[in-house]
């Protein structure tokens, strides 16, 4: 048994290679161990108590991939030291990786609204309430607070705890929005990607966790005309062909006036198909003019200013471009799927 014993072999193994100099010698000592040696420990295997297998196995697989390696090194070795070289050979093509759909459907993003005179800005994953509800007017007894759409960190002593300290996963990026216009005046641009959570069941166009990008602009005299003109610009830039924009009344928290942005399906002109499910319109933002008490918490003079602010989802576009159907997808790591892009 001591000598099947994988781990008194390997020792063995790596003594016997160190002793010896040349390359043929050293050849010889693998290709031993991995006919010999190696085969007595898997002929063994059959014959040990159930208690000993996982442990030989496991050992005896480390001590075959390591016979191998060396195997591999000691040939490599023996190449340079005779110098010899097939330029005859295909040359090795090196293994490149992918950028994934969604940075590249990002950046494409950042790209036209860099552009356009915004600047792309940044912020923390993990947010207080303050920033991400209260400050966005965001009541308390808003739904979007409740447990069912927000993941909250558990904290000790929660109960007592003021919003600025309850601390929870954002669930969009304006809460970047507001840390940044406490920090700078008017007039602003930005645009803020990133991810954001939901405790929300997953399906295929819904995840716990996905990407969304936030646009938003402050200056005196901005109204609604000002974004129709840049949205309609971004996507036309963004689906490289000619789209409308169709604005819908809606409602948010924090905008007032508040809208839904469609753009016509690229796919069917308008005449209706599966990916606009027959409308001829799909869903692409929400949108609106900013709420005076979201400019005023971060001590905006609203009698001078106004705004519009922007945001969808980074995934949903790339869905749209792409004509993916399923948004689990993007997540499953599956190359087949990532190589395509």
Not at 23 to 40: A, G, N, P, Q, V
Not at 197 to 221: C, K, P, W
Not at 322 to 334: A, K, S, T, V
Request: some cysteine.
């Amino acid at each position: 048994m001591k000598e099947q014993d994988p781990k008194l072999i390997k020792k063995r193994f790596l003594k016997e290679l160190k002793d010896v100099k040349t390359s043929e010698e050293k050849k010889k000592i693998c290709k031993k161990y991995l006919e010999e040696d190696l085969s007595s420990v898997f002929s063994s295997f059959k014959n040990l108590p159930a208690a000993e297998k996982a442990r030989v196995g496991r050992g005896a697989n480390e001590l075959k991939q390591l016979l191998l390696t060396k195997m591999e090194m000691v040939k490599e070795t023996e190449k340079e030291e005779t110098g010899w070289l097939d330029v005859t050979l295909p040359g090795k093509e090196p293994i490149l990786g992918n950028i994934h759909p969604l940075t590249q459907m990002q950046k494409k993003c950042e790209d036209i609204f860099s552009k356009m005179g915004f600047v792309t800005i940044e912020g923390p994953e993990l947010e207080n309430e303050w920033y991400n509800f209260d400050a966005l007017n965001v009541k308390e007894d808003h739904p979007a607070r409740e447990m069912q759409d927000t993941l909250f960190v558990k904290q000790k002593g929660r109960e007592g705890l003021t919003s600025k300290e309850k601390l929870l996963m954002r669930t969009q990026t304006s809460a970047v929005q507001v840390r940044y216009m406490e920090k700078n005046k008017p007039p602003l641009r930005v645009i803020v990607p990133g991810r954001v959570f939901r405790n929300e069941a997953t399906d295929n166009s819904h995840e716990i966790n996905f990407y969304q990008l936030e646009g938003l602009m402050v200056g005196e005299d901005v109204s609604v005309a000002n974004f129709k003109a840049i949205i309609g610009s971004f996507f036309q830039n963004l689906f490289a062909t000619d789209v409308e924009i169709r604005l819908r009344p809606s409602y948010f928290p924090f905008t007032e006036p508040s809208f839904e942005v469609d753009v016509s399906c690229s796919i069917c002109k308008k005449k209706g198909c599966s990916a606009c499910q027959r409308t001829g319109w799909i869903e692409v933002m929400g949108a609106g003019m900013v709420h005076p008490n979201v400019l005023q918490s971060a001590k905006i003079d609203t009698s001078k200013f106004t705004g519009f602010a922007f945001g969808g989802g980074v995934d949903r576009l790339a869905m749209i471009k792409h004509e993916i159907n399923d948004i689990r997808l993007f997540y499953g790591g599956d190359l087949r799927f990532l190589k395509q892009f």
